[in-house]
């Protein structure tokens, strides 16, 4: 092999040096800055609390302040848009329930992102579920009583908004037992829960923790959980699969890392080793419990797969819906 043969050989050789050696050098810089965790809900909502427990676990792990900001709007799509936009260097991260990626990109059509290509999802950091309460006015005291009566008379259910998951879970359900009720959509869960409580809407799936005080002082009725496995604030609150019978009930939620989709691979390896760690941990998976969260901490091939496999099983229910937001 010539001189002039060889030069460019060389000189591509040495570019791929160069470049891994600059992605590894600043992985093992990182992080040297504070970082930013963006969060599409309120202060005090299930995502805030998991975000700023996970924020407070890396802070003390990596030696930087995490910072939680809160950017609620457009179903928690204005943060995730926000993590879309930022630079792919680590230090622009967010927590989304999984309808962000698997619901959001279906119903809102002015979406300025591609949540399946500008967002990489890191890890599931937890599970939660909704819990089926009615007044008791209805006098509907199972989940197949519910049923037999939303086939016969007409029924109303609260949720805090359209495509929330207290709206999906609700709407699942009725597709799969082929009752039906009428939505009537809240600003929010707190709204939502306070009309169910006052008999102006006849039942909800609510979150559990929100509801839960209510069913002990006996002005609601617990039905059932919507996810595979019982509520460990509730366990005697039977799931909805084991009340009807029926395995496609198992309609549960997640909380999922994200970063932008081009973030470089030392470092989502690097974060997705600190989800794992942090979440495994015995206080703070406690913790999440008392909120009625399962900490996960998955891999994100996991994560990734459970985002496929969810967007799935939910389009047909949307579809159904023919929902649309703006």
Not at 58 to 63: I, K, M, Y
Not at 113 to 120: E, S, T, V, Y
Not at 125 to 138: E, I, S
């Amino acid at each position: 092999m010539n001189q002039r043969t060889l030069r460019p050989i060389l000189t591509a050789f040495a570019l791929v040096v160069w470049a891994t050696t600059a992605v590894q050098a600043q992985s093992s810089a990182y992080p040297t800055k504070p970082i930013r965790v963006l969060v599409g809900s309120p202060p005090g909502a299930p995502s805030d609390i998991t975000a700023r427990l996970f924020a407070d676990r890396l802070s003390q792990r990596v030696g930087q302040s995490v910072i939680v900001e809160n950017r609620p709007g457009a179903g928690t799509s204005l943060a995730a848009g926000v993590v879309a936009a930022a630079d792919a260097d680590g230090y622009t991260l967010g927590v989304s329930p999984d309808t962000v990626v698997t619901v959001n990109p279906l119903v809102y059509p002015r979406l300025r992102f591609d949540a399946h290509k500008d967002l990489m999802n890191l890890s599931v950091l937890a599970n939660f579920t909704q819990m089926l309460v009615c007044h008791p006015g209805t006098k509907v005291k199972t989940a197949s009583e519910l049923v037999a009566r939303a086939k016969s008379t007409r029924m109303t259910y609260a949720s805090g908004g359209a495509g929330v998951p207290g709206h999906l879970a609700a709407e699942m359900f009725l597709r799969h037992t082929g009752a039906r009720m009428e939505h009537v959509a809240y600003r929010g869960p707190a709204p939502a829960t306070t009309a169910v409580l006052a008999g102006e809407v006849d039942c909800g799936f609510l979150a559990t923790p929100t509801v839960l005080p209510h069913v002990a002082a006996g002005k609601l009725v617990a039905l059932a959980v919507s996810s595979a496995e019982p509520s460990a604030l509730a366990p005697n609150v039977p799931t909805l699969a084991q009340a009807l019978n029926d395995p496609r009930l198992d309609i549960g939620f997640k909380l999922v890392l994200q970063a932008p989709g081009k973030l470089p691979e030392p470092i989502a390896t690097e974060l997705e080793r600190h989800a794992s760690a942090i979440m495994a941990e015995p206080d703070v998976r406690a913790r999440l419990q008392a909120l009625d969260l399962r900490g996960v901490g998955s891999t994100r091939r996991v994560a990734e797969a459970q985002m496929q496999a969810d967007t799935a099983r939910w389009e047909p229910v949307v579809k159904q819906l023919n929902l649309s937001l703006d």
